[in-house]
Every structure is written in structure tokens, then in C-alpha cells.
């Protein structure tokens, strides 16, 4: 099988690499392009622990293949943070320990952003549903839930 050469932007850069026409984008984010975050937990599209954006939709990264990325624009959970600046959700995520073994972490942390990136001041019925597609076996989702929440609520009330 011949490989692929493929353009896209990640996480605002530039990036090019070559995939089988069948390697899935989580492949190729972990394997060739080294941003490990995004995690396999089912590889059906189930849990959600692979969430990325591609062209800012939510998207299953095991889903995806990686030789339809050219000239899209995909962002995964590293690049939620500024440097060394966490995102509101992460530092809240921290805060109100919404997180426990990790795995399905940086799926709900992307997931979230693509939330309030669309609806900034969503309802606590909207973050549910939403999040619906991203599943934990820890935490029992209302640590998550109301983190999302008080994000939402801290960016209204920075944006009077």
C-alpha cells in the first residue's frame, strides 16, 4: 500500500506526514506526530477519550482518517494550553478534581472547549447532553459537569 503525504494545520502549526490510506488521525496524532493526550479507549467511536476538532467539530479522532486531514485544521488537547498558562477548564478540571485516572480527560477537556467555543453559556441539560458521547468510569461526571459550568459562568462574567 502506498503511503499518503498529508498538509494540515495542528494545533495552529503546520504539520506534514505520511499515512496509510487506512491509519485512523488518532494514529498518526499518537504515533507519527508524537501528541500522545488523545487516548484509544474503545476504537468504535464509543467513549470519547480521542476527541478532537477538526475544522472545530468535535470529531473521534479513531474514527477519523488520518488521509482525509489534508488542508484541515485539527486541534487536540495539547493545544488547549498556552505554554506554560492552562486553559480555565483544565485549571478548573485541577481544581474541583473533575479528573481521577485521566484516560477519558483530555477527550472531556476538548469536548468542553468545543462546547463553550460554540455556546458560551450553556445550561446544565446542554453540558449533559454534550458530553453525552464521552465516557469515565471514575468520577460519576458531576465534578465534570459542574467545572464545565463554572467555567461558563466565570467567562460571562469576565466578558461584561
Known amino acids: 500500500m502506498s503511503r499518503i503525504h498529508v498538509s494540515a494545520t495542528v494545533n495552529g502549526e503546520p504539520v506534514e506526514f505520511l499515512c496509510e490510506p487506512t491509519q485512523t488521525l488518532l494514529d498518526v496524532l499518537r504515533d507519527q506526530l508524537g501528541l500522545t493526550g488523545s487516548k484509544e479507549g474503545c476504537g468504535s467511536g ?45 485549571k478548573k478540571f485541577v481544581e474541583m478534581a473533575a479528573l481521577q485516572c485521566g484516560v477519558c480527560t483530555p477527550g472531556f477537556l476538548v469536548a468542553s472547549k468545543a462546547l463553550l467555543d460554540r455556546n458560551p453559556d450553556p445550561t446544565e441539560t446542554e453540558v449533559r447532553y454534550w458530553l453525552a458521547g464521552n465516557l469515565c468510569r471514575c468520577t460519576g461526571y458531576d465534578k465534570i459537569v459542574r467545572a464545565v459550568m463554572e467555567v461558563a459562568a466565570e467567562m460571562k462574567e469576565t466578558s461584561r
Not at 476538532?53 to 479522532?61: I, K, Q
Not at 486531514?69 to 486541534?75: F, K, L, N, P, T
Open 46 to 90: 464509543d467513549c470519547g477519550a480521542c476527541s478532537v476538532t477538526v475544522d472545530d467539530r468535535l470529531t473521534c479522532a479513531c474514527l477519523a482518517l488520518g488521509a482525509e486531514m489534508e488542508g484541515r485544521s485539527i486541534g487536540t488537547i495539547e493545544g488547549l494550553a498556552h505554554g506554560d498558562q492552562l486553559h480555565p477548564l483544565q
